[in-house]
């Protein structure tokens, strides 16, 4: 029987389908951040210290719907893994079933009796065995994305993972005070979630806010293994592991 020559064109449809979906969550942002999401006001309080209070509710940004683009995005990485692995095994003489999958575990210790299952069975060479524990490592300490990728996928399949809105910072804020003077500023960090800021070189004015300027901000993971971390570089750091994995493989089958 002739060899099958790998080309791994359906893993690559995939990966592309992947990063539609990441470019599809960043025109979500987008639209929703380039809207009037938010609001300026100024409070004086008894000391006569004035604040700036920026109201902002984060359930107006659709995170249902974000999620449901997060989740399709980590089952066509995932899948790209899973339709690599099986034209890996046709291309070793295997014989590839409905179960089978690219091994990812959390330890390379987990990794060990699967993979030798496999040679055993012949549904690997040597060298494919050998050049996933020296080469492309599937699991946390070894290669953190592809694990993250299972690891989220995993996670997909049993509830929404619903992103946090966080907004990071507002540029080209201007004031005017009760004589008519107007104090532009260019740009504040939001340092916590309270979203107020001590305006001290104004104390004792009375201020208002003539232009509230616009907002920055991102869309966050609020579980493991990316928590805190914006979702959008994330998936593209998934997205890249899964696309050098392919062209390993690539290289090792050329053909």
């Not at 989740?71 to 003489?93: F, K, M, P, Q």
């Not at 997909?156 to 104090?183: R, W």
């Not at 806010?209 to 998934?238: M, R, Y």
Request: glycine letters at 4%.
């Amino acid at each position: 029987m002739d060899t099958i020559m790998p080309n791994f064109e359906s893993s690559r449809k995939k990966i592309e389908r992947a990063n539609k979906h990441i470019a599809d969550l960043n025109t979500l942002w987008s639209e929703f951040a380039n809207r009037d999401f938010y609001s300026l006001r100024i409070e004086q309080d008894a000391d006569l210290m004035n604040w700036l209070v920026l109201e902002f509710d984060p359930e107006e940004f659709p995170r249902v719907h974000a999620a449901i683009i997060i989740g399709d995005t980590l089952h066509n990485l995932r899948s790209a893994l899973d339709i690599l692995w099986h034209e890996v095994i046709a291309y070793c003489g295997g014989e590839p079933t409905k179960y089978t999958r690219f091994l990812i575990r959390d330890t390379r210790e987990e990794l060990i009796a699967p993979m030798n299952g496999a040679l055993k069975e012949q549904q690997i060479t040597r060298d494919v065995h050998d050049f996933i524990f020296d080469s492309v490592k599937p699991y946390k300490a070894g290669n953190y994305c592809l694990w993250a990728v299972d690891d989220l996928n995993v996670r997909d399949k049993h509830q929404l993972i619903i992103p946090v809105t966080q907004l990071s910072a507002i540029a080209d804020v201007c004031f005017e005070d009760d004589q008519g003077a107007s104090f532009p500023f260019d740009y504040w960090l939001l340092a916590d979630e309270s979203w107020r800021i001590r305006l001290k070189e104004f104390y004792g004015r009375k201020l208002t806010v003539k232009d509230k300027g616009h907002a920055t901000g991102n869309i966050l993971f609020d579980i493991p293994p990316f928590e805190g971390q914006a979702v959008i570089p994330s998936l593209n750091s998934l997205s890249i592991a899964v696309l050098g994995t392919l062209e390993s493989f690539a290289n090792l089958m050329p053909g």
